[in-house]
């Protein structure tokens, strides 16, 4: 599902990065934030024009319940999963759609096509720490990335 989601964004002519780090940070003024808590990984982010998508992965409803963090601190955020499984949390109500009125639902045909299932709520504005803190994680996950392709001799 994570290489269909690449190559689905890279046609697009979006950016992708996988396995973002992600902190909530405070303000200690002058623009610089600090990080607070623990490190999140966001299963995926996309970015186009300065808007980012922040997408929650998860291949089963016992995965989607689990206890494991779910970050949606994007411009628009996307849970992202098996096509069948997308249309049961819509048909049945799911609980973690109450949990989650504003992220939309992509389902995932288990080949190449993506599918909106739900769409998310669209926050045009993001607290400038958070853009700040998307941007460099997502730096740091393409950075990891392309260190593997300098090395074939």
């Not at 990080?35 to 016992?62: H, N, R, T």
């Not at 494991?68 to 069948?84: I, R």
Request: glycine content about 6%; overall charge neutral; aromatic content about 10%.
């Amino acid at each position: 599902m994570e290489r269909a989601l690449v190559a689905d964004a890279l046609k697009k002519r979006n950016h992708p990065a996988l396995e973002v780090k992600y902190w909530h940070t405070e303000s200690i003024g002058a623009f610089t934030y600090r990080p607070v808590g623990q490190v999140e990984y966001i299963d995926a982010v996309i970015e186009k024009d300065g808007m980012f998508s922040c997408m929650e992965l998860k291949v089963s409803m016992k995965d989607l319940h689990s206890k494991a963090a779910q970050s949606f601190v994007g411009n628009k955020n996307y849970l992202v999963c098996p096509l069948e499984m997308a249309k049961e949390i819509k048909a049945c109500n799911d609980s973690w759609l109450e949990d989650h009125p504003t992220v939309g639902i992509i389902g995932w045909d288990e080949k190449k096509t993506f599918k909106v299932v739900k769409r998310c709520k669209v926050k045009y504005l993001l607290p400038e720490n958070d853009w700040m803190t998307l941007a460099k994680g997502m730096i740091s996950s393409m950075s990891k990335e392309m260190k593997g392709y300098g090395n074939e001799d």
